[in-house]
């Protein structure tokens, strides 16, 4: 989910894949992985990229819920100790 948002928000595989530390392909590939899933194309594979109307959606909903998980991620990292 990470990887798609990234994508949506860089509009480019390269660009997204950067803040991630993984390759422009391996961004390709879980977006190829999410749009199988969801049985759709969710984005354009232009320069720019572009997030078809399922794209707009799936990221509008599904974004909050990749911050939370970072958050929560980020705070059972610290209480672990």
Request: net charge positive.
């Amino acid at each position: 989910m990470e990887a798609f948002a990234c994508v949506i928000e860089h509009k480019s595989s390269e660009r997204a894949a950067s803040p991630l530390n993984i390759t422009g392909g391996a961004i390709s590939q879980r977006i190829k992985s999410l749009e199988n899933s969801l049985s759709t194309i969710l984005i354009i594979r232009e320069r720019p990229f572009t997030p078809r109307r399922q794209a707009r959606l799936y990221y509008s909903t599904s974004r909050p819920c990749a911050r939370l998980n970072m958050m929560f991620l980020s705070c059972s990292r610290t209480k672990a100790v």
